[in-house]
């Protein structure tokens, strides 16, 4: 099962917005409704973000959303600020029951 | 509300083998899928598989299946990974994480705080 693809790194000032992609294919992103995304800061937890495509966890702030077409995913990020700076992972349940990740996204606010 | 405590770090070495625990607490145990996930130095994260604690069905990567066994012990809520044949590519932080199955959710939240494996000759 090969990883999703993210682009390695994205940047952003404070206030802007990006959007960090992930691409699967017919068997994970494109079959299923079931991604999620996670933000990771090294040396600590994953903290789940966004899941089922869109939604939002209790408590994770409005400036993340999340969308998908056909096999792309993406994960928006508006507002930018400094404590967004970490690593972003998308994460797809497959038609083998398993699990993939993204190879992971590192966003860096300027 | 859920949390998880997984053992202690662990320095092995090459071609030996390693058991970590995750200690589930603050709800059924019976009703959660528990899933490993680790990540190595300067990669991303990587999906190791999961357990179904009641019937100990498993469901591993193909990248570690024949390595890597999944058990958990329901008298006393935790769960095991335990991955044989170890090579300095298994050197990374591994996680434990729930999904509930019960109605299924398909994501991964809480997460445990890790277990760091160094493997080193």
């Known amino acids: 099962q090969s990883a999703l693809a993210q682009p390695a790194s994205v940047s952003g000032s404070p206030g802007q917005s990006i959007t960090i992609s992930c691409t699967g294919t017919s068997i994970d992103v494109g079959e299923y409704d079931y991604v999620t995304w996670y933000q990771h800061h090294p040396g600590q937890v994953p903290k789940l973000i966004i899941y089922?495509?869109?939604k939002r966890p209790s408590g994770v702030s409005r400036r993340f959303s999340g969308s998908k077409s056909g096999s792309t995913a993406s994960l928006s990020i508006s507002g930018l600020r400094a404590e967004d700076e970490a690593d972003y992972f998308c994460s797809s349940y497959t038609d083998k029951f398993t699990w993939v990740f993204g190879g992971g996204t590192r966003l860096t606010v300027l | 509300e859920v949390q998880l405590l997984q053992s202690g770090a662990e320095v092995k070495k090459p071609g030996s083998s390693v058991k970590i625990s995750c200690k589930f607490s603050g709800n059924t145990f019976g009703d959660y899928y528990i899933h490993w996930v680790r990540r190595a130095p300067g990669r991303g994260l990587e999906w190791v598989g999961l357990v179904e604690p009641e019937e100990g069905h498993t469901v591993y990567a193909e990248s570690l299946e024949g390595r890597v066994t999944l058990s958990a012990d329901t008298s006393i809520d935790t769960a095991y990974m335990q991955l044989r044949s170890l090579t300095s590519e298994d050197t990374a932080v591994y996680f434990c994480a729930t999904e509930k199955w019960l109605p299924r959710s398909y994501f991964f939240d809480p997460w445990g705080p890790g277990t760091l494996v160094i493997v080193s000759s």
């Open positions: 089922d495509v869109s």
